[in-house]
């Protein structure tokens, strides 16, 4: 049993920026990866970044490259999207998502077993 608690949503401007977390615990190893997903109002959820938990590799969706910044901390078993230079179009309600294999066709939100309760995210122009 994996739970995911997900803080750091919030309003914003354009040209601002957040950082959210997603702190992991329950029964895991390693050998697992994370990702963000993001769902706009009247929009499919999209994939936005993921990260290898042992490796530290990360993938982005290309309209966040140079924006978005996903990490993680292993001793506090927390994930991070540091967004900045938001924009409007960012707007959506952000999920923190763990696949139990670290290497997975990461667009695809059914690879992820888990995840968080999803925080708000608002930009304004």
């Known amino acids: 049993q994996v739970q995911l608690v997900e803080s750091g949503g919030g309003l914003v401007q354009a040209g601002g920026s957040l950082r959210l977390s997603c702190a992991v615990s329950g029964r895991t190893n390693s050998r697992y990866a994370m990702a963000w997903f993001r769902q706009a109002p009247g929009k499919e959820r999209e994939f936005v970044a993921h990260?290898?938990?042992?490796?530290?590799?990360?993938y982005y969706t290309d309209s966040v490259k140079g924006r978005f910044t996903i990490s993680r901390d292993n001793a506090k078993n927390t994930v991070y999207l540091q967004m900045s230079n938001l924009k409007p179009e960012d707007t959506a309600v952000y999920y923190c998502?763990?696949?139990?294999?670290?290497?997975?066709?990461?667009?695809?939100?059914?690879?992820?077993?888990?995840w968080g309760q999803g925080t708000q995210v608002t930009v304004s122009a």
């Open positions: 990260i290898t938990w042992s490796d530290g590799n990360t």
């Open positions: 998502a763990r696949a139990a294999r670290e290497y997975i066709v990461v667009r695809l939100a059914s690879e992820y077993d888990y």
